[in-house]
């Protein structure tokens, strides 16, 4: 849908389109249901009291202090769409409490002592909230702003749709170059695909727009602020799946409820072939903000 404010010109829609063509994948868009809502234990969200077995231990950060849920995922709201993604079970992503890197390791992104990822096969039903406030948790939204992302803790919806590659993604340019070929018959440099379209026009602003990559999501092509910390390093390359993203996030009037530092977006990636084997053990956690 093209934005009110952009007013880019038939050959930049048509190019889009192309592109759209060429990159759709299927992807999970993850929507914030209404403040109105309030979630369960169990339910699929963004902060709130985690779901907990109590036979297991609750995960802790490098200094023993225990982390606070950042996302929860229930896949027995996933389970009508034909994804990679479990049919069942819960997936949790916790991150340590007033940490103002948001437990992230810059010169480690898979190293989880300051984050941590857990699956559930089996969410018990006979887990308490009673018993899960016993274990003295800070919930996310409760934390110091400047020591975490969520805001407000938010019940969330899933719709199965596609999802197209945006120009942060490596093998954009080659992409872009074969659009504008395909369109227009013009063959132009891949190096400086970026100065295809007019200064003077909308056009770029569209296609950064349409192609953004942003947004909550499982699966599909990743977003970024500033750059694909897989691009340049070949032992983060194996991470090829896009687990979660969790956008910045804020309500009509203008209340946060998700902010990575300034404006920022996270992901979190997973090897293809660990998913489909439900081993969520080894995950490439990364945000960035402008």
């Not at 942060?168 to 074969?178: K, L, P, T």
């Not at 990559?213 to 977003?223: A, D, T, V």
Request: aromatic content about 12%; charged content about 30%.
């Amino acid at each position: 849908m093209v934005e009110e404010d952009y007013n880019p010109s038939e050959k930049a829609v048509k190019i889009v389109e192309k592109i759209k063509e060429m990159t759709g994948i299927p992807a999970i868009f993850i929507e914030r249901k209404p403040n109105t809502v309030q979630p369960s234990l169990t339910d699929s969200k963004f902060g709130g009291l985690p779901y907990w077995d109590m036979q297991k231990e609750y995960p802790t950060d490098s200094k023993g202090k225990k982390m606070m849920l950042l996302a929860q995922i229930n896949f027995s709201d996933l389970s009508a769409f034909d994804t990679e993604l479990p049919k069942e079970g819960m997936l949790q992503f916790f991150i340590a409490v007033d940490d103002d890197v948001f437990g992230m390791d810059f010169d480690d992104p898979v190293s989880q002592k300051d984050f941590r990822v857990v699956f559930h096969d089996i969410v018990r039903q006979d887990v308490t909230e009673e018993q899960v406030q016993a274990l003295d948790i800070v919930r996310a939204e409760e934390a110091d702003d400047y020591g975490t992302p969520i805001f407000h803790q938010a019940a969330l919806s899933f719709r199965a749709g596609t999802d197209y590659m945006s120009s942060d993604i490596e093998g954009f340019s080659a992409v872009f170059v074969q659009a504008v070929k395909a369109v227009t018959g013009e063959e132009i440099d891949e190096e400086n695909w970026y100065e295809y379209f007019e200064e003077d026009t909308d056009d770029d602003s569209y296609l950064n727009e349409e192609l953004s990559g942003l947004g909550h999501k499982m699966l599909g092509y990743p977003g970024f602020i500033q750059f694909d910390p897989r691009e340049e390093d070949k032992d983060l390359q194996c991470y090829d799946t896009l687990l979660l993203q969790i956008d910045s996030d804020m309500d009509e009037g203008g209340e946060d409820y998700v902010l990575w530092g300034d404006c920022g977006v996270a992901n979190l990636f997973i090897n293809k072939e660990a998913l489909i084997k439900r081993d969520f053990s080894n995950i490439l956690y990364n945000w960035d903000c402008s």
